[in-house]
């Protein structure tokens, strides 16, 4: 999966293979925070936080943001863009091969992710998500796409 994203530059265009992407992104933001539970002041797990699409509107809301990306070149331009927030942690990582310890996180995020992994990589992370969420936790997921990607 790293090949397909390395031809792609960090920017907002390239996530969204759009040269109108500023706009897209303002109101496709709009409507996903408008799902959201209440988060303020919460532990938000990001996964697949890329260049931080998600991530200052996440940090200014909830207690603290780990904003996970396996693309070093991505959580380094989130990184650039967010690391003023003091309360954002950015990991380079796999989602398939992290851990948290038990009910760490109120509100596990995820926008566009899952249709990158196999079945098994996504049963495996799911189960994962569950054990790291508060029992009174939260698991957002957003996907678009009805065919995988990057194959």
Known sequence: MKNYW?????SLESMMLSNEAVYLHENDQNEIFSYLPNYQG???LELGAGIGRFTSKLATIAGHVTAVD????????????NGHFENVAFKCADVTKLDFPAGSFD???SNWLFMYLSDAETNGVFR????????????????????????
Do not use: A
């Open 107 to 109: 509100l596990v995020f």
């Open 42 to 44: 919460k532990r938000v």
């Open 128 to 151: 994962k998500i569950i054990e790291w969420l508060t029992p009174d936790g939260h698991f957002f997921l957003r996907e678009s796409c009805y065919h995988q990607s990057g194959q």
């Open 6 to 10: 390395q031809v792609y530059r960090p």
């Open 70 to 81: 396996f693309m070093e070149q991505y959580i380094e331009k989130n990184q650039e863009e």
